[in-house]
């Protein structure tokens, strides 16, 4: 599943979802290839230490996915964020990403505000779709809501 194996963070394990020639988009840079994606990903993880991520499953047709995800992580001077995006996907044949576009949106939170990358599991949670409206649409079953179900 995409989101616990970029909860590992670790490069060489999350670039093996990607195509050889996978292309991504995120925020203004853009990756080209499963090297230059390991690359992309030591970095940030490299800067956005303790980072935790949840996604949650937003349309899916044929070999496209859109997800709307979110994340948290703090700094080298302990500053931490909150991080809210959508990414849209596309697949190979073979069920490897080869497309990843990513919006993405980041603002400072206090420690307190945390409620993702958290140290035990009784806080791990995601609220931002029940903060919009969007479970109860659909009786609180919502694909992915709370990260803690498993779609892919």
């Not at 990607?18 to 690359?39: M, P, Q």
């Not at 497309?99 to 505000?113: D, G, M, S, T, V």
Request: one cysteine or more; glycine letters at 6%.
């Amino acid at each position: 599943m995409a989101e616990d194996a970029w909860n590992t963070r670790d490069p060489e394990r999350v670039s093996l979802a990607y195509t050889e020639d996978s292309e991504w988009r995120n925020r203004a840079e853009f990756v080209k290839g499963r090297d230059a994606i390991r690359d992309f990903l030591q970095r940030k993880w490299a800067r956005e230490l303790d980072y935790k991520l949840r996604k949650y499953l937003w349309a899916f047709r044929d070999n496209r996915i859109a997800v709307c995800f979110e994340y948290e992580y703090r700094d080298q001077g302990g500053q931490w964020y909150r991080a809210y995006g959508n990414e849209n996907w596309e697949f190979s044949k073979e069920g490897l990403m080869r497309k990843r576009i990513a919006c993405i949106n980041e603002a400072p939170i206090q420690p307190h505000e945390r409620r993702i990358a958290v140290d035990d599991d009784k806080g791990v949670h995601n609220s931002w779709l029940t903060e919009q409206g969007l479970a109860e649409q659909q009786g609180n079953v919502f694909p992915l809501s709370g990260g803690n179900s498993r779609c892919y």
